[in-house]
């Protein structure tokens, strides 16, 4: 079974602060997903990382990808209140063609002014 | 943009109750999921499906499940007898070959 953890579970921070949420694993994937989650609704979309130590940037958004495509991360850069929401990495396994995502942990933010 | 639909947006049902929830993917979709995300917990696989037959089921996904493909657009979940445990929200996605779009959710209530 293919376990994807995240960290922190919970993160609230000032407007204009940067930080950082981790995924891990010890499988390895084929490709890697950000979704942003508001309550009421299904994930969206963030990014999706394919190649080992890729690094994607959306905006303020930095995501990378570990070198043995193990792991993830997300960075924002001077957050702000728009962007609370949870934040899940999901992960596409290396076998049946991706024929689903094992999702995270998830990983709540809440950004104050 | 188009959009996966998810209807009920709330289903509520008793113990040992059928329920079927509703999603129509995107029209050029060609493979279909159902999530599910239990509260306070992470979303979930249950199954896939492609070319008119499961490809992947979870262990979530016993007998009490079904889905089917009635037609070309609609793509159901069906529950024989509802537990209580079976209180979740339930995501339909679909995708061609790139990521999955998802819909909003029914979120089932058994009681």
């Known amino acids: 079974t293919q376990l994807l953890e995240q960290s922190p579970q919970f993160l609230s921070i000032q407007e204009g602060e940067n930080l950082t949420v981790y995924c891990n694993s010890s499988?390895?994937?084929?490709?890697l997903q950000w979704y942003r989650q508001e309550p009421g609704e299904g994930p969206v979309l963030l990014v999706t990382v394919v190649t080992g130590g890729e690094v994607k940037k959306l905006k303020r958004l930095t995501f990378q990808f570990g070198d043995a495509r193990k792991d993830s991360s997300l960075h924002i850069t001077a957050a702000q209140p728009g962007d609370t929401g949870l934040y899940l990495c999901?992960?596409?396994?290396?076998?049946?063609?991706?024929?689903?995502?094992?999702f995270g942990t998830g990983t709540q933010l809440k950004v104050e002014l | 943009e188009p959009e996966v639909t998810q209807t009920p947006s709330h289903q509520v049902t008793q113990m040992g109750q059928e329920v079927i929830l509703r999603c129509v993917p995107i029209s050029n979709h060609l493979y279909f999921y159902w999530y599910r995300q239990i509260l306070g917990q992470k979303v979930e696989f249950l199954v896939s499906f492609y070319n008119n037959e499961i490809s992947e089921k979870s262990e979530i996904f016993d007998d009490q499940f079904s889905v089917e493909r009635p037609d070309g657009s609609n793509f159901t979940l069906k529950i024989r007898s509802t537990k209580l445990e079976d209180s979740a929200m339930y995501f339909c996605?679909?995708?061609?070959?790139?990521?999955?779009?998802f819909g909003n959710g029914t979120r089932l209530t058994v009681t």
């Open positions: 996605a679909s995708r061609t070959l790139g990521p999955l779009h």
């Open positions: 999901a992960g596409a396994g290396v076998t049946g063609g991706g024929n689903k995502l094992t």
């Open positions: 499988s390895v994937f084929s490709s």
